[in-house]
């Protein structure tokens, strides 16, 4: 045995951190998940730990602060732990690089070809003049007066569009937001949907509102009281559904039905919707 390695093998440790680390656990009792619900490290962590995998790890900090945690948790002494830890990953570290494939500095042998380096270089600058002539030749579009003759078919554009907005006017107050404002306390109410869904049930309150959903289909009403809700449309009054206090039922609710009832002249009996006596 040479000098070297009597050196070396006095430096290496009988057993790693992991096999110190797991003879501790053993000796107390301990299962790895008493130590992970101690430690509060996950299972496989602490599984790398022992078995010295420590490439299963994040990185060479948690490597060490796991294992410093685990130590501490067994009562070890933390720094022989973390000794132990840092000679194996340098270990692990010197292995990797022995077993590289990549190029190395110096190493002649595992350099690419002279040739090959020259035709990627020209290939390089071929592209690059490629581009800069590209570049050059097209830097000239859209200066001088085009923008005066691209302008024009935009504002030819407009016509039609500000004609056919005259053309087919549509009243406001069909696209605003149905809102039902409870004039009195404790008024019972539901609002639902064309297939039953509820939107709202709760007895309301005095001044409180509901906004009706724009994108609910069919919206429909059921109260005893349509006498104590106000409506609006868009923020326009709109006749209430009765008024006087009559249950009314499915009856339909969106700015369109509502302003058809106001339209008929049914605003005080609930005609498209049913009226229970």
Not at 204 to 209: F, I, S
Not at 250 to 257: F, G, H, K, L, T
Request: proline share 6%.
């Amino acid at each position: 045995m040479t000098g070297v390695e009597e050196v070396d093998a006095v430096q290496l440790p009988l057993e790693s951190a992991g096999q110190i680390l797991r003879r501790a656990r053993e000796e107390k009792g301990l299962s790895l998940k008493d130590i992970a619900d101690k430690t509060r490290i996950s299972l496989h962590h602490l599984e790398a730990i022992e078995a010295g995998a420590f490439s299963r790890l994040p990185g060479r900090t948690y490597a060490l602060g796991f294992s410093r945690t685990y130590a501490r948790a067994m009562e070890l002494d933390e720094n022989a732990i973390m000794g132990t830890v840092r000679a194996e990953l340098a270990e692990c570290e010197e292995r990797n690089a022995s077993h590289s494939g990549g190029f190395e500095p110096g190493d002649p042998a595992k350099l690419p070809p002279r040739g090959l380096v020259w035709v990627v270089g020209i290939a390089a600058l071929f592209l690059f003049v490629a581009s800069m002539v590209f570049i050059t030749r097209n830097s000239g579009i859209g200066t001088g007066p085009d923008p005066l003759v691209v302008d024009e078919p935009a504002v030819q554009a407009q016509i039609p569009t500000e004609r056919s907005a005259q053309t087919t006017p549509t009243p406001a107050t069909t696209a605003g937001q149905v809102v039902f404002t409870a004039l009195e306390d404790g008024v019972w109410v539901r609002f639902y949907d064309a297939t039953g869904a509820r939107l709202l049930e709760k007895q309301m309150a005095h001044g409180e509102r509901f906004a009706v959903p724009q994108d609910i289909e069919a919206p429909q009403i059921w109260t005893g009281r349509p006498d104590a809700f106000a409506i609006t449309i868009g923020g326009k009054p709109v006749p209430k559904l009765a008024e006087d206090d009559i249950v009314m039922r499915d009856v339909a609710i969106s700015a369109r039905a509502l302003l058809a009832r106001n339209d008929a002249g049914m605003a005080a009996n609930g005609g498209t919707g049913a009226a229970i006596n």
